[in-house]
């Protein structure tokens, strides 16, 4: 068992290049378990299914992330503990109870067909998935990274080849994504809870969730829902504007060329949510040149890697998303590096916001998102409606260089207690 205790008192015994790496392997596994799934998805169905996907998740994810409260960050910035984890996972079952419930109505008065059932299906998974994300919250704020990893190569490895497998038995996309919920509701509530639990209590009584505990937890966790819901909206704009303006098969080709950037954004969250709790300490303990020695060198690693993927897509992009996907996705090349170079504006984006919450400024990172959830909303649909995706993709770099300026100008402001 990870020693809470000493990891509070004496300083961090982890080295913070080791929780990035942790962070990455775990990450990384899941990202290309995802890739497998998206990869038979296009392979082994049509585009509109693959666009009918894309609008489900589209739909639940900013449902999933609003109910999300941000609750990992909330626990693992918790240093003072002023809340138990009964608390904690009493307000994740509320708020999964709510986000489901209101995915299902949602569902139900606007969509159809494969449309529907996957919405039902994969909303749900990702309900459950609010679990996992809470769980390593706890694992985090101990720097127990290893257990984050391992948790998420488990259920990617699983719900990847039991997902292909399925699909291409049955042919039922709707049963493939019922496989990847079973796989992640049994890691959840087998594995991952246990290990949370133990490492929670540190062998101490459970305590009974308190309701006065968790009123004040939900109200002080709901700018974070609110910031998550809103960043979930923003980031998938673009499909809302391709659906409207282009139909379901451009849905379809977006979502497809689109994981790359997904991918790299997934791979960054990791590291920024891996150094999220240490940043806070930084921040609490006055090092301010520690923080900015570790954000300068964040910034900098991560935009060396999006320049220099962002340019392999740009040569070859076209050959890759033929080989991969076929011949379907041909011709989508620039749509491909211009949304890397989006990705890669995004990780200093990210790594500049986690900077913000750790120190608690919840609100602030709520008020830019809405800001610039307008300013994507504007720009995206305008694109779609005048010139096809390329235009979407420079419309997503545009809106994300502005936000992190403005996110920038808020870590300036950081004050060192």
Not at 71 to 85: G, H, K, P, S, V
Not at 121 to 131: N, R
Not at 325 to 339: N, P, T
Request: proline residues 2%; hydrophobic residues 55%; positive net charge.
């Amino acid at each position: 068992m990870v020693d809470l205790a000493s990891h509070e008192t004496q300083g961090p015994p982890v080295r913070l290049r080791k929780l990035i790496s942790w962070g990455l392997i775990g990450q990384a596994t899941y990202i290309l378990s995802q890739f497998i799934v998206l990869l038979a998805l296009a392979r082994l169905s049509t585009v509109e299914a693959v666009g009918a996907f894309g609008l489900a998740s589209a739909i639940s994810l900013p449902i999933v992330f609003f109910f999300n409260l941000g609750l990992r960050i909330n626990w693992a910035t918790d240093i003072e503990e002023e809340y138990n984890f009964s608390d904690f996972l009493m307000l994740r079952t509320i708020a999964c109870l709510l986000s489901y419930a209101l995915i299902i109505v949602l569902g139900m008065l606007f969509l159809e067909g494969l449309t529907l059932s996957l919405l039902l299906v994969f909303g749900l998974a990702k309900t459950i998935e609010l679990y996992n994300d809470f769980f390593y919250g706890v694992f985090q704020r101990v720097d127990a990274m290893r257990l984050v990893a391992r948790s998420q190569m488990t259920r990617g490895i699983l719900s990847s080849v039991g997902f292909g497998a399925v699909l291409y038995q049955s042919g039922s996309v709707t049963a493939a994504f019922f496989v990847q919920l079973v796989v992640w509701t049994i890691v959840a509530f087998l594995i991952d809870l246990p290990k949370a639990k133990s490492l929670a209590q540190r062998g101490r009584r459970p305590v009974p969730a308190k309701w006065e505990n968790i009123l004040v937890l939900a109200r002080t966790s709901l700018p974070l829902g609110v910031n998550g819901g809103l960043a979930a909206v923003q980031s998938n704009i673009p499909r809302y504007a391709i659906s409207f303006w282009l139909g379901l098969t451009a849905v379809g080709h977006f979502t497809v060329v689109s994981y790359a950037m997904q991918a790299m954004n997934m791979l960054f969250h990791s590291v920024s949510s891996s150094v999220q709790s240490r940043i806070g300490v930084y921040i609490s303990k006055r090092q301010r040149a520690a923080f900015y020695r570790s954000l300068t060198k964040l910034i900098t690693i991560s935009s060396i890697i999006g320049i220099a993927v962002s340019v392999i897509g740009f040569i070859f992009g076209d050959t890759l998303l033929t080989i991969f996907f076929g011949q379907e996705y041909d011709g989508f090349g620039a749509v491909l590096s211009a949304l890397l170079i989006a990705s890669t504006v995004h990780a200093i984006l990210l790594f500049l916001q986690v900077c913000i919450l750790a120190n608690r400024q919840f609100y602030a990172v709520m008020i830019v998102r809405m800001i610039f959830l307008v300013v994507m909303l504007v720009t995206c649909a305008t694109a779609a409606a005048i010139s096809g995706l390329i235009a979407v993709s420079i419309a997503i770099i545009i809106t994300l260089v502005l936000q992190a300026f403005a996110l920038f100008a808020l870590v300036r402001n950081i004050s060192f207690p």
